[in-house]
Every structure is written in structure tokens, then in C-alpha cells.
């Protein structure tokens, strides 16, 4: 079974001071993976895909397949990247069929 | 239940029947999201219910997508006269009150149209 964890419920870090947002999965096969945010009163939104390999409001994520490990970075935190994130993973087993699976979130809070 | 139930898991169906989502959320919790993941995209926000207020339907993709949640407790998604993009995991997720505390997502249900 495929298994998302996300080991921090709430990071605090000041403004300006570098961002990790762990985020660990569990498949035998080749995953895609996500990043989606929650801003405060708004509805959750793709932040990175990882096969994309590009970089979002600064942010990246570099999948690593030895530590099964697709942690969210950003090197200067800023106020606005206060929000709810989410880590997920897409199973595509190539015959129509796949499932998605969430992390349970991670609430970043940015300290002015 | 401990978390939020979907039901069924798994629908295969033919192109223009309807077909009807059922989400049960995690008891106490009045908001109720519904979203969609297409293969190779992201997640794609559907509809959102908080507690007896009228719905944000902004995201239904078309008319033949409906919602209704009743008693404030389970939800049900009906998409009317199937079409094979229509074919999506479909996620339901509840939080506690609102869009500022975190999302509990259910397994979702794998829509598939032939």
C-alpha cells in the first residue's frame, strides 16, 4: 500500500530564515508526486509537481528515490508562506487505473 | 467513523449515465470539500460546503455536475450524463469548521467511463 507522511503537524520558523517542509512516501514503484497549499480562507491549490521540476513562490522539491523523501524547501521564508501544505502521491499503474494519497498537512506559520 | 468515508471506491460506468459520489465526513466537522484528480494533472477543487451555507459551486466544471449535502453531515456528488473526461478520482475532504484548519481526505471514489 502506498503511504504519504507528513511527520510535522506545525512548523514555526522567523521571516527570512530557510524552510523545510518534510514530506516521506511509501511505494515500491515510480511516483508522482505533489505539493499542494491552503492559504488561510482559501480552497487547497497545487503548489509543485515534481516531475516539473520547477520552482513555485520560490519554493522546490527534489524527489529523492533512496530516501523516499520529497521535501519541500525554500531557502527565505516570508510572511505570506503561511499556509496549510499538503504532500501527495499519484500511483498510475498504467491500465486505467490509479489512486492518489495524501499527506496529512503540515501548517506552516512564518513569525514576522 | 474515525475518518471520512467514501463510497463506492471503485465505479465503472458507460458514457451518459448518471452516476452519483457519496462522502460521509468525520463526525463534528462542518465543512465539506469535493475535488477531482484527472491522470498527469493536479488536484482540481470542485464544491464547498461550510455548515447550512449556500455552496461555492465555482468549481463544478460543468451543469451536469450537482451537489447536495444534507443535514449538514454526508454529501453526495451526481454527475449527470457521463462523458469519458468525467473519468477522475474523486476526493472529499472535511475539516473542522472551516478553510483555515486542516483537510481530512477520504480514499476517494476512481471514476471510470468507457
Known amino acids: 500500500a502506498q503511504r504519504v507522511t507528513q511527520p510535522e503537524k506545525l512548523l514555526s520558523v522567523f521571516k527570512g530564515a530557510p524552510v523545510e517542509l518534510k514530506c516521506n512516501y511509501s511505494y515500491s514503484g515510480s511516483p508522482e508526486l505533489f505539493w499542494y497549499v491552503q492559504y488561510s480562507r482559501q480552497r487547497l491549490q497545487l503548489l509543485l509537481r515534481?516531475?516539473s521540476r520547477e520552482s513555485i513562490k520560490g519554493f522546490t522539491a527534489d524527489l529523492n528515490k533512496g530516501e523516499t523523501s520529497f521535501h519541500l524547501k525554500k531557502p527565505f521564508a516570508q510572511e505570506e508562506d503561511s499556509a496549510m501544505y499538503y504532500c501527495a502521491l499519484l500511483r498510475d499503474s498504467g491500465a486505467g487505473s490509479y489512486q492518489l494519497t495524501f499527506g496529512k498537512g503540515t501548517k506552516l506559520s512564518v513569525i514576522p | 467513523g474515525a475518518g471520512v468515508s467514501q463510497s463506492p471506491s471503485n465505479k465503472v460506468t458507460e458514457k451518459g449515465k448518471d452516476v452519483e459520489l457519496r462522502c460521509d465526513p468525520i463526525?463534528?466537522?462542518?465543512?465539506l470539500y469535493w475535488y477531482r484528480q484527472s491522470l498527469g494533472q493536479g488536484l482540481e477543487f470542485l464544491i464547498y460546503?461550510?455548515?447550512?451555507?449556500?455552496?461555492?459551486k465555482s468549481g463544478l466544471p460543468s451543469d451536469r455536475f450537482s451537489a447536495e449535502r444534507t443535514g449538514g453531515s454526508v454529501s453526495t456528488l451526481t454527475i449527470q450524463r457521463t462523458q469519458q473526461e468525467d473519468s477522475a478520482v474523486y476526493l472529499c475532504?472535511?475539516?473542522?469548521?472551516?478553510?483555515?484548519?486542516?483537510?481530512?481526505f477520504g480514499d476517494g471514489t476512481r471514476l471510470s467511463i468507457l
Open positions: 515534481h516531475i
Open positions: 475532504a472535511s475539516s473542522l469548521r472551516d478553510t483555515n484548519q486542516p483537510q481530512h
Open positions: 463526525s463534528g466537522h462542518t465543512a
Open positions: 460546503f461550510q455548515g447550512n451555507s449556500a455552496p461555492d
